[in-house]
């Protein structure tokens, strides 16, 4: 996999920290083995359910269709994807391949961002198809209250797009409230400034802060002030 070379340099440890949390998460099996989508997925602001169903493969359409029902699948195909609260439901269906599910989430973030390039594009395609779909689907709805077993999931999620984002791509997105609403919304350029200064440890330790009580170092907290991010 092609990893991007950043103007600023972020600590290899993030790899070490991204490979962990990936491998103590565990992925779920079933009996149905989807057929990948053939093709890039193209979505747009404008794009319905139904116009990204036409791309599937015709395995995963149909278990779809199977999966939630006559009416509810109806229903579906006629609403907006950008801004949609379906996706957890549609990828927990697990009628979707990694593969497929990966390029839903990447063009969302793709739409919110107004943009990414396709090396950022392509990286996070090589890391969220490790990731389990049903992880996956937190990227896909805002965090407000996120459960204490969806943590490590939520950190492996950004750390993931940390490790991607190219620093415009960082600029355009931000953690939006993927963490819960403890977490103040910090852009990503700004987590990777704090790379620049600090361990990606305490950078872990502070995305958990909302699950667990922290006592950031006074590097860390050097490391907010100087990437102007305010926690208070």
């Avoid at 992880?135 to 950190?155: M, P």
């Avoid at 490790?163 to 953690?175: I, R, V």
Wanted: with cysteine; aromatic share 8%.
């Amino acid at each position: 996999m092609k990893i991007l070379s950043y103007e600023r340099k972020i600590n290899i440890s993030l790899f070490t920290a991204l490979f962990v949390l990936l491998s103590f998460t565990v992925i779920s099996c079933s009996s149905y083995k989807p057929t990948p989508t053939p093709a890039p997925l193209l979505i747009n602001n404008e794009s319905l359910w139904g116009d990204v169903i036409e791309q599937f493969s015709t395995s995963e359409s149909n278990c779809l269709k199977s999966a939630l029902g006559k009416d509810v699948y109806k229903i579906l195909l006629h609403e907006k994807v950008i801004g949609s609260l379906r996706y957890p439901l549609l990828l927990k269906t697990e009628c979707v391949n990694s593969s497929t599910a990966s390029k839903l989430v990447i063009e969302s973030l793709d739409a919110q961002a107004k943009g990414l390039s396709s090396n950022t594009k392509q990286c996070l395609e090589g890391i969220f198809t490790q990731i389990p779909i049903n992880d996956l689907s937190l990227l896909t709805y805002e965090q407000t209250d996120i459960a204490v077993t969806d943590y490590s999931a939520a950190i492996s999620n950004a750390l993931g797009l940390l490790l991607c984002l190219d620093q415009a791509d960082a600029a355009k997105l931000t953690t939006g409230r993927l963490l819960g609403s403890k977490i103040p919304d910090i852009s990503f350029a700004k987590l990777q400034c704090v790379l620049e200064y600090t361990e990606v440890s305490e950078l872990i330790a502070f995305l958990n802060s909302a699950n667990e009580v922290t006592y950031p170092s006074d590097e860390f907290q050097s490391a907010l002030g100087k990437c102007e991010i305010n926690v208070i």
